[in-house]
C-alpha cells in the first residue's frame, strides 16, 4: 500500500490567491497535518507567498523562453507542403483518429480552420500504401 495514500492532506490554495499570476484553477498547494502546523509560525506564511511568487516567476520565464521555438499552425502547413510521404502518413494516422468525430460531430471538423487547409493541400494525395511489406505509420 502507498504510504502517501493514506496521508490527510490539506488544500491551501485560497490563502495564494493574492499572489501575482496564482491561479487557483491550474495550480493547487497542499500539506500534510504536520505542515500545516509549521505554517502557523510567525512569518512562514509570508516568506512561502514570496517563495510561491518567485515560483510562479520563474516558471513564466521558461515559458517565454520556450514559447519562441514553439511551431506555428502554418509552420506545420508549409512542412507538410514540402514533404508528401509525410503528409500521407499523417493523413492515415488522422483518418484513424477522426473517425469518431466524422461520424458523430462533423460540425467539429468542419469548423476546424487549420484541418481544412491541411485538406486542401493533401487533396490530390494518394493515400498510404499499408499493404506493402515493411511499411508502416513510424517507417517512411
Known amino acids: 500500500m502507498d504510504p ?4 490527510s492532506r490539506y488544500d491551501i490554495s485560497e490563502y495564494f490567491t493574492d499572489v501575482d499570476g496564482f491561479d487557483e484553477n491550474f495550480m493547487r498547494l497542499s500539506v500534510d497535518a504536520n505542515s500545516l502546523v509549521t505554517l502557523l509560525a510567525p512569518n512562514m506564511m509570508t516568506k512561502l507567498k514570496a517563495y510561491i511568487k518567485a515560483l510562479i516567476e520563474a516558471m ?5 523562453e520556450h514559447y ?3 511551431f506555428s499552425e502554418d ?9 508528401p510521404k509525410s503528409r500521407q502518413v499523417f493523413s492515415y494516422v488522422l483518418n484513424q483518429h477522426l473517425t ?5 460531430k462533423p460540425e467539429i471538423i468542419a469548423n476546424y480552420t487549420w484541418y481544412q487547409k491541411y485538406l486542401e493541400i493533401a487533396k490530390d ?3 498510404l500504401d499499408t499493404a506493402q ?4 505509420v513510424t517507417n517512411f
Open 100 to 104: 469518431f468525430l466524422r461520424a458523430h
Open 125 to 127: 494525395d494518394e493515400p
Open 60 to 64: 513564466d520565464a521558461v515559458f517565454k
Open 4 to 7: 502517501l495514500a493514506t496521508l
Open 75 to 83: 509552420d506545420v502547413l508549409e512542412y507538410f507542403k514540402a514533404h
Open 68 to 70: 519562441k521555438y514553439r
Open 133 to 136: 511489406n515493411g511499411v508502416s
